[in-house]
């Protein structure tokens, strides 16, 4: 069994997530800072012979604002993994189900669990190609009902080519949907206004085309841009979406290594009649979603033996609980973790 401990402190410039735009004139958003404590396990069984795998992991932080109580929150996280191969040509089996939850001990609304289930594979498919299909199922439940609240599947289609040794490029297509349980906001015009009234349930389905390329030689270099549609019957949640995301890691000199990380989005609601309408979302959904805009740099560097130091600065612009808004913040970290000689992480 492999494990990590690190232990961080930091400063939040916004950790309320205000809208800038939506102060008095002259304020500004309230800073603080926070201290957190996260530990990571693994554990993982090899089959040499055969290129089988099975591995555990669990995973969790604690996490408390100076200042602000409220903002204090904690997460688990248990996964299974697995491969185990497909006939003799090399062909690959991989399978990953978990579950997450994140509470706020302090806050209520903001509480939700994840679980998940996936298989993909990987086919040889041409002299430097491979075919690579995934599915997946997975639920999000926020605690309010005795049903899961979201219910989604994602089905992907990707095919990976080695352009050269160091170099390869990936062209995916994936489809999806999301059932809610919850009622579906309609759209009703009387007298000229539009008016918002509840209908059947929500339904979400969307499509991704993505293409990236992965290079490798001195520094590690991963770029992928994706563009999705995602449509629903519920006013607020239609749009059309740019999705840029990338990772440049390289060592440094005296022992540093640096990475660069991010995503950007631009995204565009089609919703006809959204101009007139204020749209409030649910506050875990946001919560449990990934960022938006996220922009970051990292050092580390080696201390003793187990242990390195880490210190990151991450620029955020996400999307608030009002669609259509967005906040801004940064974040800087400091971390000091010891981890055991052949922990990798997943």
């Not at 591995?55 to 697995?82: H, K, N």
């Not at 999806?176 to 009622?183: E, L, W």
């Not at 938006?292 to 880490?310: H, I, S």
Request: net charge neutral; proline share 3%.
């Amino acid at each position: 069994m492999e494990g990590r401990l690190q232990l961080s402190a930091g400063r939040d410039s916004n950790p309320l997530e205000t809208v800038s735009e939506t102060l008095p004139e002259g304020e500004e958003t309230e800073h603080d800072f926070f201290y957190r404590i996260q530990g990571e396990s693994e554990f993982t069984l090899r089959s040499q012979a055969s290129n089988r795998r099975l591995g555990l992991s669990m995973r969790g932080f604690l996490e408390r604002y100076d200042r602000l109580p409220r903002e204090a929150r904690a997460q688990a996280e248990t996964r299974l993994q697995g491969d185990l191969p497909l006939g003799s040509r090399g062909a690959l089996l991989r399978f990953d189900a978990g579950w997450r939850a994140r509470t706020y001990p302090d806050s209520t609304q903001r509480n939700f669990q994840r679980s998940w289930g996936s298989l993909r594979s990987r086919f040889k498919l041409g002299p430097r190609g491979a075919l690579q299909p995934r599915i997946e199922l997975w639920s999000q439940d926020y605690d309010r009902t005795r049903e899961r609240d979201q219910i989604g599947t994602d089905f992907e289609l990707a095919y990976e080519l080695a352009v050269r040794r160091n170099l390869s490029a990936t062209l995916g297509l994936e489809v999806g949907g999301i059932r809610f349980q919850r009622k579906s906001l309609q759209v009703e015009k009387r007298d000229g206004k539009s008016t918002v009234t509840l209908g059947p349930d929500q339904r979400d389905d969307h499509r991704l085309v993505r293409i990236g390329a992965r290079y490798l030689s001195r520094m590690l270099v991963q770029l992928e841009y994706g563009f999705r549609s995602h449509r629903s019957n519920s006013i607020g949640s239609s749009f059309r979406r740019h999705e840029v995301r990338w990772l440049l890691s390289r060592s440094l000199p005296w022992g540093w290594s640096g990475q660069a990380y991010g995503s950007l989005e631009s995204t565009t609601y089609t919703d006809e009649d959204l101009a007139d309408l204020i749209v409030i979302r649910v506050g875990e959904e946001e919560e449990a979603s990934d960022d938006n805009n996220v922009f970051a740099l990292q050092v580390g560097r080696p201390l003793l033996e187990g242990w390195r130091l880490q210190v990151r600065h991450s620029w955020y612009r996400n999307e608030s609980l009002l669609v259509g808004d967005y906040y801004e913040k940064r974040v800087w970290t400091f971390a000091l973790s010891w981890e055991s000689a052949g922990f990798t992480g997943f």
